[in-house]
């Protein structure tokens, strides 16, 4: 079973920036897909993008224009890259492939 380790989140202004990134315990992002998701308190986890292992790459409406994912060379990292950050953006940020998880990384955006 893969392990996924995410980083990057932190507290930041409207209008802000982070990059979250996910290291996968081996090289796998050639082979599967890589989604990342969203869970605010008191609310269901929701997509937030995909890439796929061909290197393409979708978004949910709400992120979409302001979020970029993308994957590293050695195929064992994802990065979500976040502008234009709002505060209904504030969640908890996991990603997954292969059935496999992460433990998360908070994102808060606050003034």
């Known amino acids: 079973q893969v392990q996924l380790v995410e980083s990057g989140g932190g507290l930041v202004q409207p209008g802000g920036s982070l990059r979250l990134s996910c290291a996968a315990s081996?090289?796998?992002?050639?082979?599967?897909?890589g989604y990342w998701w969203r869970q605010a308190p008191g609310k269901q986890r929701e997509w937030v993008a995909t890439?796929?292992?061909?290197?393409?790459?979708d978004y949910a409406d709400s992120v979409k224009g302001r979020f970029t994912v993308s994957r590293d060379n050695a195929w064992n990292t994802v990065y979500l890259q976040m502008n234009s950050l709002k505060p209904e953006d504030t969640a908890r940020y996991s990603c997954?492939?292969?059935?496999?998880w992460g433990q998360g990384t908070q994102v808060t955006v606050s003034s």
């Open positions: 081996r090289s796998i992002f050639n082979i599967y897909s």
């Open positions: 890439v796929s292992r061909a290197g393409s790459t």
């Open positions: 997954s492939v292969t059935g496999a």
